[in-house]
């Protein structure tokens, strides 16, 4: 016995998929990957820098080198993290396949 699936059927299928693809595709944007990961890797820089001994500054002229490092990193991951929220990745058009270019 076969199975026949009507137009709204499957309508709503290519529907859930296109949410799942969108989805799927903002949750591993490059941009939230880098962001996290200069954030973490900044807080944990910044600690060491907290925690320098006078011996590690005199090492670096003077410089609590990690503390400002880590400051920066922690600042860029904060850029990517905003720029990630201000302007999210748009999905593809839902009539648009990829390689598909308009004919004239």
Known sequence: MSEFYSDKDVQREV??????????????????????LFVVYGVIVMIAGFTASDADIDKAEGVNI??????????????????????PAAPPPPDAAPGDEPRE
């Open 66 to 87: 990690n503390l400002w490092t880590g400051l920066g990193m922690l600042l860029l991951g904060l850029f990517f993290l905003a720029w990630l929220k201000l302007r």
């Open 15 to 36: 529907t859930e998929l296109q949410s799942k693809s969108a989805t799927a595709a903002q949750l591993f944007d490059i941009r939230r990957i880098i962001g996290g």
